[in-house]
């Protein structure tokens, strides 16, 4: 049981590192440089390296400084490059991302020659030694995490209208330079801390798949921010859970194993792989964001749009012959605009069972209700129609084209205008508006295009 | 005496510097490309991102051969590019978002597939990172007589399949990265040159391992780029300029290498950020010290015209007055530059120190005439086609009359009505 | 008598050290409902950045009621230009209109019941209390825009400054807009607008100001939307400027 409780300390801190990391790492997504939390872990090389050799020790307080101040460094001069040169973000990320790794690995090789410096320090620092964590470092990630939550909520609104809307903020007052550094130094003394127990790669995507992933779930930024927090706080559990001898002993074999020994394997890479599959899980199955759902309300949102061509149709057949109601056979439909058979068999079933048709030996007839919906629909669509013939060149002018309703894109006197032309040749379907008289229905149809 | 030269003087010495020169400019190459199209982090990406692929064909190739590495390295290479893209495309997904998302899952399944297989063998991660640069030349294959690096046996043909597929396709590729609307509308599939690049970066970044590492590459595929877009304006320059900057990367990486006893590939990517920092400071037309001494000179010739202008006016008021140089000084505010300016004027005859004071020569008289001339005209000009009022045109005059040149003051007389006088009442001094 | 709403001395705005405005003088009293009108790239919206203090001066100054912009800041309203926005943003309507009153909050304070009541009241101004709840990707151009103008509306300020507020709006909302505007000006606030349809200048503003690069005029509509200042103002750059510009931006010192 010596491993659970290990296992259980270790879980509580990577928990929690990945938990703040999701917070944190939301902001520095949302404003479009979740690479730089990559950046900040690679500034810290040359940091830890300065620290070990001044303090020459290895002393993860003094690491961790270190680590701190040359990533901070790391990000004013990229902050510098971008508004003084010509070099944009990309390149500037990624110029300090390399070039401060390679001094760090410059540094790293001084120390291991000249102070016996760890040969396994570069290896922890690259891929983490979360096994290795001690309840030193627990309390440190509970403090440091404390603090940044506790940053991150005390200016929740000054970094959320800093995020959506700079320019706005900085006209309210706001110090925009100034809190943009603050919200990416918490980023930054995140990935310093969690960089020992994690790695340099890792970091990053502990950062950025978190949010990414709570994206699919949410509207508001709150909720984002904490749902970001929870699977990143989850994963991390679950991914060193499945590293640890734990699910061995529960389960008495390793769900993960394929005949090794599963401690071989550093809960790191777990971690990233629980996480990207918690993104690609809410990719598929988040309700309106994910991809499933946008598949369905595409295939619903066709379907009605085919179930209201149907009705049109049926009208206009129908039409000739108001106020009767004539029965119209099934393969005339299908042929007035070349359908396919299966889709329009399917649709009049499902029109039938909502009242609006009347189905009798292969022939189709529109119900009082469903020769009201009919008309409404091909009344709102000859409006349109004619609106955009006659209207066209003002169109830009007048028209909220993401709007539904012709009631609600036009002003109602073009309206009344569009209705009385259209009554006027004939057109104009039966009224549910009380406003406007009932025009008389004479007339040939006019030619409709497909 | 120390010899600078020392670390020069051995073969090992230039073949690893062959090396390291081959592979920045291999990767300076298609580097240019990811700096112009703002993909450099694409480069970061792809070089972890591939690292799957490789274990898998190291698995099921059983050898460390380096074809079916590249063949590794392409397919996932291929597949992570796809990745980004879709899940930027269709799941919404921040570019940046989506880049960090890809190549750090892929680069976890790397790692796992590494412990999982690969636990038997010894892996040290330094060599991943840092590549075995310093161990290159003891690796050697004879070719034709020569003690060759095997390692260049690789990066070379890289290098030149690199250089091949850059001139084939030098067209595209430009117009592609500056408007990828206006490429795909003249016919070349702009999402073919991304891929095409993204194959040649894998492939790159993988030939390079072995030099520099997984995270240096990084720098050689970006710094030495960077560069070469500080220092000039034509695609063609940025590319040689690039490889210029690699080579003495590799150059100067390796001196500092063996000076001070430490890694050479990271010593390369100093040094390469060492040419980056100068550029930056440097740069004929945009680097900071360049402008820095720019404004200094502008401030001084505002200075020293300010000066002679005020004499002009003092003398126009009376041509007995003369003013000492304390009360010249004070009267312009203050500070250094005003004596320097006043030095400068003395050393170059346009002023005179006499017993009463600072007097105008005879072509201090003549610069001090277009000066106020300049600053007359403007004020009409402000006066007569900006409607300004009277008391607000002397201010933006005095700021924008350093600027007027023969040329401009030729345009001006021809908008302004010409009294011959400002709109103070006093002469304008003829041109 | 109490001071003009917004003074601008002498201002000069550079634009990497290119002057885009040249020596902005302008004075306009409390009260008006004022329209900003000129060319592409006549600099109205560099004016109004500058009247916000979110671009540097390279001379002059503005005044608010007489004070500096930094004592005044909590008498100001700002819509944007809608392009300036991530509309990807996780926030609905509603959380946009509550930014408005961040400024009166302070450092740490979080928007309480005071607050969400100014942003209702805010949303049902602009008639989009039915969309309170919506991701603000889900709205149209015309909604975007009147979220926008209901945020400023909750910042509940005495000077509001509107930058295209009517840009890819359709006719119904933008006499909503106006009529909001108007009554606006009828508690004896102050509005600024970048308009850009001419047309429509004499009926809705009763102040104009002329810009294309310098002032032209800045008065009561009657008198100065004539046509001879419509002509100084439509008739082309003047190449002088331009020249001048060029020369400064070449030359200049970095301020």
Same mark, same amino acid.
């Given at each position: 049981?010596?491993?659970?409780?290990?296992?259980f300390?270790?879980?509580?801190g990577?928990?929690?590192?990945?938990?703040?990391?999701?917070?944190?790492?939301?902001?520095?997504v949302?404003?479009?440089?979740?690479?730089?939390s990559?950046?900040?872990?690679?500034?810290?090389?040359?940091?830890?390296?300065?620290?070990?050799? =001044?303090?020459?020790?290895?002393?993860?307080?003094?690491?961790?400084?270190?680590?701190?101040?040359?990533?901070?460094?790391?990000?004013?001069?990229?902050?510098?490059?971008?508004?003084w040169?010509?070099?944009?973000?990309d390149?500037a990320?990624?110029?300090?991302?390399?070039?401060?790794?390679?001094?760090?690995?410059?540094?790293?090789?001084?120390?291991?020659?000249h102070?016996?410096?760890?040969?396994?320090?570069? &290896?922890?620092?690259?891929?983490?030694?979360?096994?290795?964590?001690?309840?030193?470092?627990?309390?440190?990630?509970?403090?440091?995490?404390?603090?940044?939550?506790?940053?991150?909520?005390?200016l929740?609104?000054?970094?959320?209208?800093?995020?959506?809307?700079?320019?706005?903020?900085?006209?309210?007052?706001?110090? =925009?330079?100034l809190?943009?550094?603050?919200?990416?130094?918490?980023?930054a003394?995140?990935?310093?801390v969690g960089?020992?127990?994690?790695g340099?790669?890792?970091?990053?995507?502990?950062?950025?798949?978190?949010?990414?992933?709570a994206?699919?779930?949410?509207?508001?930024?709150?909720?984002?921010?904490?749902?970001?927090?929870?699977?990143?706080?989850?994963?991390a559990?679950?991914?060193?859970?499945?590293?640890?001898?734990?699910?061995?002993?529960?389960?008495?074999?390793?769900?993960?194993?394929?005949?090794?020994?599963?401690?071989?394997?550093?809960?790191?890479?777990l971690?990233?792989?629980?996480?990207?599959?918690?993104?690609?899980?809410?990719?598929?199955i988040?309700?309106?964001?994910?991809?499933?759902?946008?598949?369905?309300?595409?295939?619903?949102?066709?379907?009605?749009?085919?179930?209201?061509?149907?009705?049109?149709?049926?009208?206009?057949?129908s039409?000739?012959?108001?106020p009767?109601?004539?029965?119209?056979?099934?393969?005339?439909?299908? &042929?007035?605009?070349?359908?396919?058979?299966?889709?329009?068999?399917w649709?009049?079933?499902?029109?039938?069972?909502?009242?609006?048709?009347?189905?009798?030996?292969?022939?189709i007839?529109?119900?009082?209700?469903?020769?009201?919906?009919?008309?409404?629909?091909?009344?709102?669509?000859?409006?349109?129609?004619?609106?955009?013939?006659?209207?066209?060149?003002?169109?830009? &002018?007048?028209?909220?084209?993401?709007?539904?309703?012709?009631?609600?894109?036009?002003?109602?006197?073009l =309206?009344?205008?569009?209705?009385?032309?259209?009554?006027?040749?004939?057109?104009?379907?039966?009224?549910?508006?009380?406003?406007?008289p009932?025009?008389?229905?004479?007339?040939?149809?006019?030619?409709?295009e497909? | 005496?120390?010899?600078?030269?020392?670390?020069f003087?051995?073969?090992?010495?230039?073949?690893?510097?062959?090396?390291?020169?081959?592979?920045?400019?291999?990767?300076?190459?298609?580097?240019?490309?990811?700096?112009?199209?703002?993909?450099?982090?694409? +480069?970061?990406?792809?070089?972890?991102?591939?690292?799957?692929?490789?274990?898998?064909?190291?698995?099921?190739? +059983?050898?460390l051969?380096?074809?079916?590495?590249?063949f590794?390295?392409?397919?996932?290479?291929?597949?992570?590019?796809?990745?980004?893209?879709s899940?930027?495309?269709?799941g919404?997904v921040?570019?940046?978002?989506?880049?960090?998302?890809?190549?750090?899952?892929m680069?976890?399944?790397?790692?796992?597939?590494?412990?999982?297989?690969?636990?038997?063998?010894?892996?040290?991660?330094?060599?991943?990172y840092?590549g075995?640069?310093?161990?290159?030349?003891?690796?050697?294959?004879?070719?034709?007589?020569?003690?060759?690096?095997?390692?260049?046996?690789?990066?070379?043909?890289?290098?030149?399949?690199?250089?091949?597929?850059?001139?084939?396709?030098?067209?595209?590729?430009?117009?592609?990265?500056?408007?990828?609307?206006?490429?795909?509308?003249?016919?070349?599939?702009?999402?073919?040159?991304?891929?095409?690049?993204?194959?040649?970066?894998?492939?790159?970044?993988?030939?390079?391992?072995?030099?520099?590492?997984?995270?240096?590459?990084?720098?050689?595929?970006?710094?030495?780029?960077a560069?070469?877009?500080?220092?000039?304006?034509?695609?063609?320059?940025?590319?040689?300029?690039?490889?210029?900057?690699?080579?003495l990367?590799?150059?100067?990486?390796?001196?500092?290498?063996?000076?001070?006893?430490?890694?050479?590939? +990271?010593?390369?990517?100093?040094a390469?950020?060492?040419?980056?920092?100068?550029?930056?400071?440097?740069?004929?037309?945009?680097?900071?010290?360049?402008t820095?001494?720019?404004?200094?000179?502008?401030?001084?010739?505002?200075?020293?015209?300010?000066?002679?202008?005020?004499?002009?006016?003092?003398?126009?008021?009376?041509?007995?007055?003369?003013?000492?140089?304390?009360?010249?000084?004070?009267?312009?505010?203050?500070?250094?530059?005003?004596?320097?300016?006043?030095?400068?004027?003395?050393?170059?005859?346009?002023?005179?120190?006499t017993?009463?004071?600072?007097?105008?020569?005879?072509?201090?008289?003549?610069?001090?005439?277009?000066?106020?001339?300049?600053?007359?005209?403007?004020?009409?000009?402000?006066?007569?086609?900006?409607?300004?009022?009277?008391?607000?045109?002397?201010?933006?005059?005095?700021?924008?009359?350093?600027?007027?040149d023969?040329?401009?003051?030729?345009?001006?007389e021809?908008?302004?009505?010409?009294t011959?006088?400002?709109?103070?009442?006093?002469?304008i001094p003829?041109? | 008598?109490?001071?003009?709403?917004?003074?601008?001395?002498?201002?000069?705005?550079?634009?990497?050290?290119?002057?885009?405005?040249?020596?902005?003088?302008?004075?306009?009293?409390?009260?008006k409902?004022?329209g900003?009108?000129?060319?592409?790239?006549?600099?109205?919206?560099?004016?109004?950045?500058?009247?916000?203090?979110?671009?540097?001066?390279?001379?002059?100054?503005?005044?608010?009621y007489?004070?500096?912009?930094?004592?005044?800041?909590?008498?100001?309203?700002?819509?944007?230009?809608?392009?300036?926005?991530?509309?990807?943003?996780?926030?609905?309507?509603?959380?946009?209109?509550?930014?408005?009153?961040?400024?009166q909050?302070?450092?740490?304070?979080?928007?309480?019941?005071?607050?969400?009541e100014?942003?209702r009241?805010?949303?049902?101004?602009?008639?989009?209390?039915?969309? %309170?709840?919506?991701?603000?990707?889900?709205?149209?151009?015309?909604?975007?825009?009147?979220?926008?103008?209901?945020?400023?509306?909750?910042?509940? %300020?005495?000077?509001?400054?509107?930058?295209?507020?009517f840009?890819?709006?359709?006719?119904?909302?933008?006499?909503?807009?106006?009529?909001?505007?108007?009554?606006?000006r009828?508690?004896?606030?102050?509005?600024?607008?970048?308009?850009?349809d001419l047309?429509?200048?004499?009926?809705?503003?009763?102040?104009?100001i002329?810009?294309?690069?310098?002032?032209?005029?800045?008065?009561?509509?009657?008198?100065?939307?004539?046509?001879?200042?419509l002509?100084?103002?439509?008739?082309?750059?003047?190449?002088?400027l331009?020249?001048?510009a060029?020369?400064?931006r070449?030359?200049?010192?970095?301020?």
């Amino acid at each position: 049981m010596l491993a659970t409780s290990i296992t259980f300390k270790v879980m509580m801190g990577t928990t929690l590192l990945g938990a703040t990391a999701g917070v944190v790492g939301s902001y520095a997504v949302l404003r479009r440089r979740a690479l730089v939390s990559d950046m900040l872990a690679h500034a810290a090389l040359p940091g830890i390296c300065l620290a070990f050799l =001044i303090v020459g020790a290895r002393d993860i307080f003094a690491l961790s400084i270190g680590a701190l101040a040359t990533g901070l460094v790391g990000l004013l001069l990229v902050t510098v490059l971008c508004r003084w040169t010509r070099t944009k973000e990309d390149a500037a990320i990624g110029i300090v991302l390399s070039t401060f790794f390679g001094a760090g690995v410059v540094l790293l090789s001084f120390a291991q020659r000249h102070h016996q410096g760890n040969q396994a320090g570069l &290896d922890t620092y690259l891929f983490g030694e979360i096994a290795a964590m001690q309840s030193r470092e627990v309390r440190l990630l509970l403090a440091v995490g404390t603090l940044v939550l506790l940053a991150v909520l005390a200016l929740h609104k000054e970094f959320k209208v800093l995020a959506f809307d700079p320019e706005f903020a900085a006209s309210q007052g706001w110090p =925009i330079f100034l809190l943009d550094f603050g919200m990416m130094a918490l980023l930054a003394v995140v990935t310093v801390v969690g960089l020992p127990i994690c790695g340099v790669i890792l970091m990053a995507a502990l950062t950025i798949l978190p949010s990414a992933a709570a994206r699919f779930w949410t509207n508001r930024l709150g909720s984002l921010l904490l749902l970001a927090g929870l699977f990143g706080g989850v994963s991390a559990a679950v991914g060193t859970l499945l590293a640890s001898p734990v699910p061995q002993q529960l389960l008495g074999f390793n769900p993960l194993a394929f005949g090794w020994h599963p401690s071989h394997l550093p809960p790191g890479p777990l971690i990233v792989l629980t996480t990207a599959s918690l993104l690609v899980v809410s990719l598929f199955i988040a309700p309106q964001h994910g991809i499933a759902a946008r598949l369905v309300g595409e295939f619903r949102l066709r379907a009605r749009i085919f179930r209201e061509h149907l009705l049109r149709s049926l009208y206009e057949m129908s039409e000739a012959e108001l106020p009767a109601l004539p029965a119209i056979a099934e393969s005339a439909l299908v &042929d007035y605009r070349s359908w396919n058979r299966l889709l329009v068999d399917w649709q009049i079933r499902r029109a039938e069972r909502r009242g609006l048709v009347e189905l009798k030996d292969g022939t189709i007839r529109l119900t009082p209700d469903g020769l009201t919906t009919a008309a409404d629909l091909t009344r709102t669509h000859r409006l349109w129609e004619l609106f955009l013939v006659e209207y066209a060149n003002i169109a830009e &002018d007048h028209v909220d084209r993401d709007a539904d309703d012709v009631e609600h894109l036009l002003p109602q006197p073009l =309206i009344d205008d569009l209705q009385r032309r259209l009554a006027e040749e004939g057109r104009l379907p039966l009224q549910p508006r009380v406003d406007i008289p009932p025009p008389s229905m004479p007339e040939s149809p006019h030619e409709l295009e497909p | 005496m120390i010899d600078l030269f020392e670390p020069f003087r051995s073969t090992t010495a230039w073949w690893t510097i062959a090396v390291g020169a081959t592979t920045n400019v291999a990767c300076a190459l298609v580097g240019c490309y990811l700096v112009l199209r703002r993909m450099s982090l694409m +480069g970061d990406a792809l070089a972890h991102a591939v690292l799957p692929g490789l274990v898998l064909a190291f698995l099921f190739s +059983g050898t460390l051969n380096i074809v079916p590495l590249f063949f590794g390295a392409v397919t996932v290479g291929l597949l992570a590019t796809f990745l980004i893209q879709s899940l930027h495309q269709y799941g919404r997904v921040p570019a940046d978002a989506s880049m960090g998302v890809v190549f750090t899952s892929m680069f976890a399944l790397g790692v796992v597939l590494i412990k999982r297989y690969l636990s038997g063998i010894h892996f040290d991660a330094a060599c991943v990172y840092e590549g075995l640069l310093q161990f290159v030349a003891l690796n050697t294959v004879d070719v034709a007589g020569l003690e060759v690096p095997r390692t260049l046996l690789t990066i070379g043909p890289v290098l030149l399949m690199n250089i091949l597929v850059i001139a084939l396709f030098w067209k595209e590729l430009k117009i592609s990265s500056f408007d990828a609307n206006l490429a795909s509308a003249m016919g070349f599939s702009a999402t073919f040159m991304h891929y095409l690049l993204m194959v040649l970066v894998a492939v790159t970044t993988v030939a390079s391992f072995e030099a520099v590492g997984s995270i240096l590459v990084v720098a050689m595929l970006i710094v030495p780029a960077a560069t070469a877009h500080l220092l000039c304006d034509r695609l063609g320059h940025m590319v040689i300029l690039a490889c210029l900057a690699g080579v003495l990367s590799a150059v100067g990486g390796y001196w500092i290498a063996r000076v001070w006893n430490v890694n050479p590939a +990271g010593s390369m990517t100093i040094a390469a950020g060492g040419l980056y920092g100068l550029a930056v400071l440097f740069s004929p037309r945009h680097g900071m010290i360049s402008t820095i001494s720019r404004n200094l000179q502008t401030s001084l010739r505002v200075t020293c015209e300010d000066i002679l202008a005020m004499l002009y006016r003092v003398e126009e008021t009376d041509t007995q007055h003369r003013l000492d140089t304390s009360s010249a000084v004070q009267a312009l505010g203050g500070g250094f530059v005003s004596r320097w300016g006043i030095s400068a004027l003395v050393r170059r005859r346009h002023i005179v120190r006499t017993k009463q004071g600072l007097q105008l020569t005879d072509t201090g008289r003549l610069a001090a005439k277009s000066l106020v001339r300049s600053h007359r005209l403007w004020e009409a000009y402000l006066v007569q086609h900006l409607g300004l009022p009277l008391d607000h045109i002397h201010e933006p005059a005095h700021r924008v009359e350093h600027f007027i040149d023969e040329k401009l003051r030729h345009n001006l007389e021809e908008v302004v009505d010409d009294t011959g006088r400002d709109p103070h009442g006093r002469d304008i001094p003829n041109g | 008598m109490p001071p003009p709403a917004l003074e601008i001395h002498d201002v000069t705005v550079a634009y990497h050290r290119k002057p885009v405005l040249w020596d902005i003088d302008l004075v306009v009293p409390e009260g008006k409902l004022v329209g900003i009108v000129g060319p592409n790239g006549a600099g109205k919206t560099t004016l109004i950045k500058a009247a916000l203090g979110l671009v540097p001066l390279a001379s002059g100054k503005v005044e608010i009621y007489g004070k500096s912009l930094k004592q005044q800041r909590s008498l100001i309203g700002y819509v944007p230009q809608r392009e300036s926005v991530d509309w990807d943003f996780p926030v609905t309507a509603l959380d946009v209109v509550l930014m408005g009153t961040y400024g009166q909050l302070g450092w740490f304070r979080r928007p309480g019941k005071i607050q969400r009541e100014a942003a209702r009241v805010g949303l049902e101004q602009v008639g989009m209390s039915q969309y %309170a709840h919506r991701q603000i990707r889900q709205l149209s151009g015309g909604q975007q825009q009147r979220v926008f103008l209901a945020r400023a509306l909750a910042q509940d %300020a005495r000077i509001y400054f509107m930058d295209e507020p009517f840009a890819g709006v359709d006719a119904a909302t933008e006499s909503a807009i106006v009529t909001l505007m108007q009554s606006l000006r009828s508690t004896g606030k102050t509005v600024f607008v970048v308009h850009h349809d001419l047309q429509t200048v004499a009926e809705y503003f009763d102040y104009v100001i002329l810009l294309n690069m310098r002032l032209i005029a800045c008065g009561p509509t009657k008198v100065t939307f004539s046509t001879k200042n419509l002509q100084a103002t439509y008739g082309g750059r003047l190449t002088i400027l331009d020249e001048a510009a060029e020369a400064i931006r070449q030359r200049d010192p970095l301020r």
